[in-house]
């Protein structure tokens, strides 16, 4: 029995998704369109297995193929990225990090990353609501008022506060990493130095971005974001951090499993395998040079017409807009841009007053726009919807009371439903994804 007949209100949600992915310019930066190959293997049978353990260490019987396919992931991991060791088993990037602070830390250790509000991610340190900030001791850098983060103050700030690990990566921060500045830091304290690659893991193997492998001693990355794999995490030792404790790769495994997760999910383990073996492909350096120019030409038309951007730009494949000249909050441009068929995500831009849920700025990017095959010419097109839409709503002011910003907002999203200048951005945006279908 297909789905359609087993349980046609799921199916029904399903298409209806696909409609809207098909429809609407995907633009927040963590999002991308998966192959048809990826999502074979994410819904093959392999959903149906238990594999406790590691290949050939099974507390299960039957796992003779899917031993062969978890080795085939992890040596096409080590070989794409240049690695000794790769784990290819935690479920997503957040417990990935925690079995990083697991293995190589005790609690109340120091854990130095940067702040939420500069692009930093929750497991970086984030205290009160985060294991991360809960059960070790946070520390956390920042980014200056222009978005940048000085590399000097965060060498200063480690001599202070000795951390046992820095973490580099972020969610929205829009330029490259010198890594061996990172190592140099991590080096003069004697802290291990984590990467979380999450966001840029297929800018870095398609080669216009700086790899951390030669500096860094642990790599996490998720695997989908613009590495275009399924909703899944993978950890990487270097020799670097074997240099540094030859057990690295021992204590890391055993803190995946058995320590924060029992089976490993064998049906995203093979996508994982296949999005590598996209990504080895001559086509997907092509596709990793394009995203950054696509996004570079995005900003550079957004600049143009007189938004504000985060560090004045982006290297990267994302951008954050400061809409505090504008004086109106990311929600209410978020929701207008969605009204007007492109989805970006609202985001808090660097020393942001406003709370996280309220924030001033929104956070777009260009994977997934790219993987449907749109380049220059319709970055600037974009570019100049996505302003006209920013103009169309920022009269929009927001109640004295912060108890009724929600209930301003549920309003407000009806008028942008029917507001005729955002539903003739909506149609011609329709008329735009006809030329690129998704892959």
Known sequence: MNLRAADPDIAESIATES???????????????????????????????????????????????????????????????????ANVQPYSGSPANAAVYFALLQAGDTIMGLKLSGGGHLTHGHPDVTFSGKYFRSVQYDVEADGIIDI??????????????????????PRIFDWEKWKNIADSVDAFLLADISHIAGLIVGGVHPSPVPFADVIMTTTHKTLRGPRGAMLLITDQGLAKDPDMATKIDRAVFPGLQGGPHDNVTAAIAVCLHEAAQPAFKHYAKQVVNNAKVLADTLLEQGLTLSTGGTDNHLMVVDLRPQKVIGNIVAEALEAANIVVNRNSVPHDLNPPFYPSGIRLGTPAITTRGMKEKEMKTIGEWIVSVIHEVSHYRLPESKEEWGTFLKKIRLDMENNPQLQSVAHSVTLLTKKFPVP
């Open 152 to 173: 000097e103050k965060v060498a200063e700030l480690a001599r202070k506060e000795k951390p046992k690990i820095i973490v580099v990566g972020t969610t929205a921060y």
């Open 19 to 85: 409609r809207r992915q098909r429809e609407v310019l995907e633009m927040i930066p963590s999002e991308n369109y998966a192959s048809k190959a990826v999502r074979e293997a994410v819904g093959s049978v392999l959903t149906n297995k238990y594999s406790e353990g590691y290949a050939n260490k099974r507390y299960y019987q039957g796992n003779r193929y899917v031993d062969e396919i978890e080795k085939i992931a992890i040596e096409r991991a080590k070989k794409l990225f240049g690695v000794p060791h």
